[in-house]
């Protein structure tokens, strides 16, 4: 299955002084500040000791009482189901669902009932039963297997390589504030990672590697999911490309168009006061939330290279010897900040020689 889900970033911590019981959470005073122990009355544990042996609960004891130093998975939980689970408002069957589990989705763990277990995954919190879950020691030993590790680009550009080393065939660039999926384990520094269709290698000195977990969703966001992805296939239908990042190339093009007739200003980046052509370019992804480099000579790397055959709207072309950069509108055509007569204008994409064409959605 497609994980579809939301991704979250997780801190691990064990909730100190937390013990949890079926039907009940027992608060302790954590002392984080101080050398004293925390202190609990010996009639309070031993009232919930006698509950737990009568509900017949006596099996459970080690999972509910692992002292948070020994268990940091005393209230997390993984699911163990097929491609979900309802999360539901109640802990029975007949009751509204609020959200869903997802096969590969981590929990905290809120309250054991008999049965349901109360969780909160993502946004999502209600009601699953408890068979659909992993908890304890078992989660703790399989936790592994649930996690998701990805390296985010902190460089302006960087070079994604067939091998580890700087002598390594580079495949493609890869461009500050991207994220991409960790295949396997580091070697030397460097991360295996896949870009697109590309599977590759980068330094790891220019990025910066994550460990999170997937969760739930609760009902709204999956259907604002579902609406994005039906409005992602009719574009897609419809011959307009859409990148990874949910934003089309078409979209860059009609948002860079506004500011036809504005100034050209060297050194400028305001799309509406004046700019320079690499700052124009790198004004209009921003809008975008995608980062490029200033100038050209550096922007020139950005992303990857196609051909002026494969351009495609939002792709950029450099002319020159990499001193020049318009937005190709399709067409033949581009958008750019041309020069203080011009300003920011629509000309054609073959004016002059083209020195490449690189694609960063």
Known sequence: MVKTHIRQKMILSALAGMIIVPGRTLYVQAAEDTE??????ASGIESVLEECYETEVKENLNLYLVPTEEGEYLNMAFSDTGDYTYI????????????????????QVLEYLDGWTKIRSGSAEGYVPSDALITGK??????????????????????VRDGQGTQASILTQVTKGQEYEVTGDPVDGWYPVKVGE????????????????????????????????????????AG???????????AVIDYACQFVGNPYVWGGTSLTNGADCSGFTQSVYAHFGISLPRTTSEMVHAGY???????????MIFYGDGGHVGLYMGDGNIVNALNSD??????SATYTNIYAVRRVL
Not at 143 to 158: D, I, K, R
């Open 88 to 107: 539901r408002s109640a802990p029975d069957e007949n009751s509204d669902w609020v959200g869903k589990l997802y096969s590969n989705s981590a929990a």
């Open 240 to 250: 307009i490309p859409v990148s990874s990042t949910g934003v089309s190339g078409q």
């Open 138 to 159: 078992e989660a703790e030993a399989q936790a592994g297997e649930y996690e998701n590790n990805t390296v985010t680009v902190t460089a302006s550009a960087l070079n």
């Open 342 to 347: 011009r300003g920011i204008c629509i000309i």
């Open 305 to 315: 290279a196609v051909s002026y055959e494969e351009a495609q709207p939002g792709d």
């Open 198 to 237: 590309i599977d590759g290698w980068v330094s790891g000195k220019y990025v910066e590697a994550e460990t999170s977990f997937s969760y739930g969703e609760t009902k709204e966001e999956e259907e604002e999911r579902v609406r994005e992805e039906e409005e992602k296939k009719a574009l897609e239908e």
């Open 36 to 41: 004293e122990q925390p202190f609990v009355q």
